[in-house]
Nanobody, 116 residues
Framework: QVQLVESGGGLVQPGGSLRLSCAASGSSFSIYVMGWYRQVPGKQRELVASITSGGSTKYASSVKGRFAISRDNANNTVYLQMNSLKPEDTALYYC??????????WGQGTQVTVSS
């Protein structure tokens, strides 16, 4: 069973920055894709950014140029650097990993609130 431990959420003013971290453990298989999703009440969960084990990245158009995803393959950790945060970035952010077996796992979520 894969465990995901997220950290780094919180309250920040518009224009500020936060860095989310997600450490994965317990997998006997390699992790292919690591990513971050977010969800606000009443809306579907959406992809924010993802990164493959080879370093290929994908971003939602709303965060391109402001957010940067990276990963430490040796420690199975993924990071999301969020800059120039806007109130519309407020959401519960979830870490997601997909193993080489195509099985996926979710973290418990970390709240990001952008407000003055």
């Amino acid at each position: 069973q894969v465990q995901l431990v997220e950290s780094g959420g919180g309250l920040v003013q518009p224009g500020g920055s936060l860095r989310l971290s997600c450490a994965a453990s317990g997998s006997s298989f390699s992790i292919y894709v690591m990513g971050w999703y977010r969800q606000v009440p009443g809306k579907q969960r959406e992809l924010v950014a993802s990164i493959t084990s080879g370093g290929s990245t994908k971003y939602a158009s709303s965060v391109k140029g402001r957010f940067a995803i990276s990963r430490d393959n040796a420690n199975n950790t993924v990071y999301l650097q969020m800059n120039s945060l806007k109130p519309e970035d407020t959401a519960l952010y979830y870490c997601n990993v997909m193993l080489s077996t195509a099985r996926a796992y979710w973290g418990q979520g970390t709240q990001v609130t952008v407000s003055s």
